[in-house]
């Protein structure tokens, strides 16, 4: 089941221009779908796109499943005959668990045309679960070298039994510039098959939801919430970037001593019939 996107005006191919600005993505409601059917169209979407092919956000919750990355280990399956299929696919990290009661979120972006980097997005995806976790009073964090959303130390209420808990998974791949994949977000589930695996490669490891933490909120609702998270903060880093890219070309333009240099440089490559390349740093003048 799938809802109309949201409409959106035609995104440029190169939009790193004064003042421009990112349509956000084309956020599709896709409803309860297999996990293979939305991981065969992640990859053809991401296959077919080209540089004016809007980026989109697809929120799903997926029938129960095991996915295993694409270094994942076996052997972190620790119960071959759960009864929940096994789907090998192409994203970063090991074994984890989807199923109802659980939002995924899909970024389906052109990173290159965001001038975004891996590490960039990673971190945006995880602030914004963080967010999304505040929006219903619990308190999440990050650990270093793990991605993913954490209860933190100190957490309070029904949150502190369950300290270092994780209650968000994120893996990604990257394929030409452009992400799929992307995070789950532990709504209210059974939280059972998770004891079949050592969750995200590690044995041991609790896993939690949000219920069991004391925020009791339907799905759909949290769904909506880390959406609008996600785009507000990839406006935020789309913003952030454009704004350092024309501080950097005011700074050149004030710079009377680089304008001069860079009026020379063009001067002596007219002489010499050579083309002019604009020194590093050095915006040529209108």
């Known amino acids: 089941?799938?809802?109309?996107?949201?409409?959106?005006?035609?995104?440029?191919?190169?939009?790193?221009?004064p003042g421009e600005r990112f349509a956000p993505p084309i956020v599709r409601w896709r409803g309860n779908e297999p996990y293979q059917a939305s991981f065969d169209a992640m990859r053809e979407f991401t296959a077919q796109r080209d540089a004016q092919t809007p980026d989109e956000l697809w929120l799903v919750e997926h029938p129960p499943v095991f996915t295993l990355g694409q270094a994942g280990?076996?052997?972190?399956?620790?119960?071959?005959?759960?009864?929940?299929p096994l789907v090998q696919i192409d994203r970063g990290g090991q074994i984890t668990y989807h199923g109802p009661g659980q939002v995924v979120a899909y970024l389906l972006l052109d990173l290159r045309r965001r001038k975004l980097?891996?590490?960039?997005?990673?971190?945006?995806?995880?602030?914004?679960?963080i967010e999304t976790l505040a929006a219903y009073n619990l308190?999440?964090?990050?650990?270093?070298?793990?991605?993913?959303?954490?209860?933190?130390?100190?957490?309070?209420?029904?949150?502190?039994?369950?300290?270092?808990?994780?209650v968000a998974a994120l893996g990604l791949k990257i394929s030409h510039g452009c992400s799929y994949h992307g995070v789950s977000l532990n709504v209210s589930m059974d939280l059972s098959p998770f004891l079949a695996i050592n969750p995200c490669g590690y044995a041991g490891l609790e896993t939690v939801d949000m219920a069991t933490l004391g925020a009791q909120a339907p799905w759909h609702d949290v769904a909506a919430t880390l959406a609008a998270r996600l785009e507000a903060n990839l406006a935020a880093h789309w913003d952030s970037t454009l704004a350092a890219t024309l501080s950097v070309a005011e700074?050149?333009?004030?710079?009377?001593?680089?304008?001069?240099?860079?009026?020379?440089?063009?001067?002596?490559?007219?002489?010499?019939?050579?083309?002019?390349?604009?020194?590093?740093g050095v915006t040529p003048a209108a």
């Open 251 to 280: 700074a050149a333009a004030s710079d009377p001593l680089a304008e001069a240099a860079e009026r020379e440089t063009a001067a002596d490559a007219a002489v010499s019939g050579q083309p002019h390349q604009p020194q590093a």
């Open 1 to 17: 089941m799938c809802a109309t996107p949201v409409s959106v005006p035609p995104v440029s191919s190169d939009p790193a221009l």
């Open 73 to 84: 280990k076996p052997e972190h399956l620790l119960i071959a005959d759960s009864g929940i």
């Open 117 to 129: 980097m891996v590490r960039e997005l990673v971190t945006l995806i995880e602030q914004a679960v």
């Open 139 to 166: 308190a999440g964090e990050r650990k270093a070298g793990a991605p993913g959303i954490y209860v933190p130390e100190g957490a309070s209420g029904l949150s502190a039994a369950h300290v270092g808990a994780k």
